[in-house]
């Protein structure tokens, strides 16, 4: 497995035809990223801080983040009570 380390050279990269089945994302910065006919089958987003702000993940072009956020809230009572906590801090 080929590992990229912290590094801008694939900033603004475009990936045509690529097979990136089973790659992984580590504290990667995916912000702006643009996926058209992707197939996204199986993927897993782990983001806790995408309700921060004014974050969005569209998907179509329907920005899922406030379904996200009423999913965890069902999910874990109180949730929606506690302070919000960025990762990045």
Request: glycine content about 10%; hydrophobic content about 45%; cysteine-free.
């Amino acid at each position: 497995m080929v590992t990229f380390k912290r590094s801008d050279e694939l900033r603004e990269a475009e990936f045509a035809g690529t097979d990136l089945t089973g790659a992984r994302f580590v504290e990667a910065d995916l912000s702006g990223v643009v996926m058209r006919g992707v197939d996204v089958q199986g993927a897993d987003i782990d983001a806790p801080w995408l309700l921060d702000g004014e974050g969005s993940l569209r998907v179509n072009g329907v920005n899922v983040a406030p379904f996200v956020d009423a999913e965890l809230n069902r999910r874990f009572p109180g949730r929606a009570r506690a302070p919000a906590k960025s990762m990045l801090a």
